[in-house]
T-cell receptor
């Protein structure tokens, strides 16, 4: 079934630990995105990739890194987690055409203690 | 700065009509999206406006006025399953989406 998958579904993590959130899409979309969603705030862009091999910083990139080795995968890494990174993380992709709507994965609920 | 404003919460009755407003101030404009997000789920695409006017899609319609920095989402014949948050997002001059905080719509029988 075409779409985007994310893993894990949820995770509780000790502060200071390293964590990688996985995202895979099988729609052959060029662009991929990582957002965090916090109560009372809109989705905020962390990092994005317009095509395999390239990445860019979004609105809130500090403490996060990404890589885009191929079209399908776009992992997000927290090098040393802090409690303020407790959030729901959504991965999304788009085909780059018009209107270029984004398709979202089911999300990862991350709690940093 | 960039800003998207939506009401935090609205309540409506099953079978009625509701209008959810969105005003925006962004660096550039390359289109406006509405997404639906049920509690605990991912956002899903509802509509897209890039020119002024009304776009109708079944029970949902979306309106845009670029000169006023204003859009609304109109939901007709409300059903209980329409209880969700509705997110407004504007594509800015860098073609990135700026998101509002969303409007939680509560449908009462």
């Amino acid at each position: 079934i075409a779409g985007i998958t994310q893993a894990p579904t949820s995770q509780i993590l000790a502060a200071g630990r390293r964590m990688t959130l996985r995202c895979t899409q099988d729609m052959r979309h060029n662009a991929m995105y990582w957002y965090r969603q916090d109560l009372g705030l809109g989705l905020r862009l962390i990092h994005y990739s317009n095509t395999a091999g390239t990445t860019g910083k979004g609105e809130v990139p500090d403490g996060y890194s990404v890589s885009r080795a191929n079209t399908d995968d776009f992992p997000l890494t927290l090098a040393s987690a802090v409690p303020s990174q407790t959030s729901v993380y959504f991965c999304a992709s788009s085909d780059g055409g018009d209107p270029n709507e984004q398709f979202f994965g089911p999300g990862t609920r991350l709690t940093v203690l | 700065g960039q800003n998207i404003d939506q009401p935090t919460e609205m309540t409506a009755t099953e079978g009625a009509i509701v209008q959810i407003n969105c005003t925006y101030q962004t660096s550039g404009f390359n289109g406006l999206f509405w997404y639906q997000q049920h509690a605990g789920e991912a956002p899903t695409f509802l509509s897209y406006n890039v020119l002024d006017g009304l776009e109708e899609k079944g029970r949902f319609s979306s309106f845009l006025s670029r000169s006023k920095g204003y859009s609304y989402l109109l939901l007709k014949e409300l059903q209980m399953k329409d209880s969700a948050s509705y997110l407004c997002a504007v594509k800015d001059s860098n073609y990135q989406l700026i998101w509002g905080a969303g409007t939680k719509l509560i449908i009462k029988p």
